[in-house]
């Protein structure tokens, strides 16, 4: 199997799944600090996408910290194909929300005006999340760009 930039066991895998979990964490942490975002669908899926994205990229980082500390290669058919599918599920995910969050946060800046000073509605926190759910995706779809040529590798 290839050796790839991002690969599970290596020090990039590692280093992209902490990305993942970072920026997932971070967009959370900043959307909840947002006054009233509970009240848009929109924010709370991305809560919860975020929050299954956290999971499943502190889980790959904990498998990653374990096969460089016992120098095993993590690069066999069947974890590669649950790597592969575990990916793009989060990735699906990521980008529905970040896509319809935006959606949401451009309808409320652009037609309704609602990010007016006086209406105190958190638009900056809400569009600083959204960026950083996007970063996420990004990341998440590096690695399973590169999980999938391993598995094309196989």
Do not use: E
Request: charged fraction near 10%.
């Amino acid at each position: 199997m290839k050796k790839l930039i991002g690969s599970p066991g290596m020090m990039s895998g590692l280093i992209l799944r902490i990305g993942q979990f970072l920026c997932a964490a971070a967009s959370i942490g900043v959307m909840v600090s947002a006054r009233g975002f509970s009240g848009y669908t929109a924010f709370c899926y991305l809560i919860a996408s975020m929050g299954l994205q956290i999971l499943w990229s502190f889980g790959l980082a904990c498998l990653d910290v374990y096969a460089l500390k016992i120098k095993k290669d993590l690069q066999n058919p069947v974890l590669i194909s649950l790597f592969v599918v575990g990916d793009w599920v989060t990735a699906t995910l990521s980008l529905a929300a970040a896509c319809s969050s935006a959606g949401v946060a451009v309808l409320y800046a652009k037609d309704f005006d609602f990010c007016k000073p006086h209406l105190k509605i958190p638009c900056a926190r809400f569009d600083l999340s959204i960026a950083l759910a996007f970063t996420t995706w990004l990341l998440v779809a590096i690695s399973s760009h590169v999980m999938f040529w391993i598995l094309a590798s196989v």
